[in-house]
């Protein structure tokens, strides 16, 4: 089992920047691909980006590709989530997620994630 917790959400002006940080518990990390979600208010929980076990391969939503980057850095237990160019329809709230590793860095249901962290919020203002 893996515990996740995210920092790094805030309020910016649309067009700045964000990190987010997803650390996690235990040393099964490098065995399980990560995610990163969102949810707004009243909407369904969206995918936003995926990574492999080892970071070699990633995957994004169509919103948010050429803006946002995810990392991960296996020697300290952290996945990385890079947004730039912020946009109001960018606020939510946003999750990072464990997948089942393999090939699943291109799942984008999060019923095929197996731990996630309590969120963090972000808010890009207009």
């Known amino acids: 089992q893996v515990q996740l917790v995210e920092s790094g959400g805030g309020l910016v002006q649309a067009g700045g920047s964000l990190r987010l940080s997803c650390a996690a518990s235990?040393?099964?990390?490098?065995?399980?691909?990560m995610g990163w979600f969102r949810q707004a208010s009243g909407k369904e929980r969206e995918f936003v980006a995926g990574?492999?076990?080892?970071?070699?391969?990633?995957y994004y939503g169509d919103s948010v590709k050429g803006r946002f980057t995810i990392s991960r850095d296996n020697a300290r237990n952290t996945a990385f989530l890079q947004m730039n160019n912020l946009k109001p329809e960018d606020t939510a709230v946003y999750y990072c997620?464990?997948?089942?590793?393999?090939?699943?860095?291109?799942?984008?249901?999060?019923?095929?994630?197996?731990?996630w962290g309590q969120g963090t919020q972000v808010t890009a203002s207009s």
């Open positions: 997620a464990a997948g089942p590793g393999g090939g699943s860095y291109y799942y984008t249901s999060p019923d095929e994630y197996l731990y």
């Open positions: 235990g040393r099964t990390f490098r065995m399980y691909t």
């Open positions: 990574i492999s076990n080892g970071g070699g391969n990633t």
